[in-house]
């Protein structure tokens, strides 16, 4: 994967649906703060470790925790792929 978009995030969004109530993930979320799309800290953790076991990307849970809306997770996902040259 070259490009990390938006709709992955969201794909992997209703992945990890567990929470309690989820914000709807449609339309233009990308600087909508995840703690109003129903996505805590831990959420957001658990969405880490699920983008790591479906994408390959590690990244630390301080870079993680740092990125508050979609758009800023998408960008740190990006750059680790520009990083890791992929």
């Known amino acids: 994967m ?3 978009t938006l ?9 990890v ?6 914000a709807e993930l449609d339309g233009d979320m990308s600087d ?17 470790v699920h983008l790591q076991r479906v994408h390959g990307v590690t990244i630390s849970e301080n870079a993680v925790m ?8 998408v960008a ?3 750059a680790h792929f520009t990083e890791a040259g992929v």
């Open 76 to 78: 740190l996902v990006n």
């Open 17 to 22: 649906m567990w929470l309690d109530e989820p």
């Open 2 to 4: 070259s490009t990390f």
């Open 7 to 15: 709709d992955d995030l969201r794909a992997l969004m209703r992945d």
């Open 32 to 48: 909508t703060a995840f703690p109003e799309l129903g996505y805590d800290s831990l959420a957001v953790l658990e969405l880490a």
């Open 66 to 73: 740092e990125s508050t809306t979609p758009r800023e997770l």
